[in-house]
């Protein structure tokens, strides 16, 4: 069983910048592309971004590319997603999730391509 835990979240202002993270209980997730969602009040969850098993290629949505960065440090199990010129429209729980594919070639952006997620963190950004 693989629990992976964020940490970070919390309030901060339009403009400013906050980093969140996800640290793995095994070394599981090593060899697995790990990927950033949100889920805000009332809407669907979306893919944010994501960085490849050997943390050499990442991905991002659209509405981030630019301001939001995922990295990884395998060593110590964890993933971060270091957030700059936030928005009141990026508040959300993020959550972070695990590839179901081994080593996969491709970035999955939908969540059922994902088998293990962490409880989120709530990101709150004040206009």
């Known amino acids: 069983q693989v629990q992976l835990v964020e940490s970070g979240g919390g309030l901060v202002q339009a403009g400013g910048s906050l980093r969140v993270s996800c640290a793995a209980s095994r070394r599981t997730v090593s060899n697995y592309a790990m990927a950033w969602f949100r889920q805000a009040p009332g809407k669907e969850r979306e893919f944010v971004g994501a960085i490849m098993w050997s943390g050499d290629n990442t991905y991002y949505a659209s509405s981030v590319k630019g301001r939001f960065t995922v990295s990884r440090d395998n060593a110590k199990n964890t993933v971060y997603l270091q957030m700059n010129s936030l928005k009141p429209e990026d508040t959300a729980v993020y959550y972070c999730?695990?590839?179901?594919?081994?080593?996969?070639?491709?970035?999955?952006?939908?969540?059922?391509?994902?088998?293990?997620w962490g409880q989120g963190t709530q990101v709150t950004v004040s206009s």
């Open positions: 999730a695990r590839d179901s594919t081994y080593r996969s070639s491709y970035f999955h952006t939908r969540s059922y391509e994902y088998d293990y």
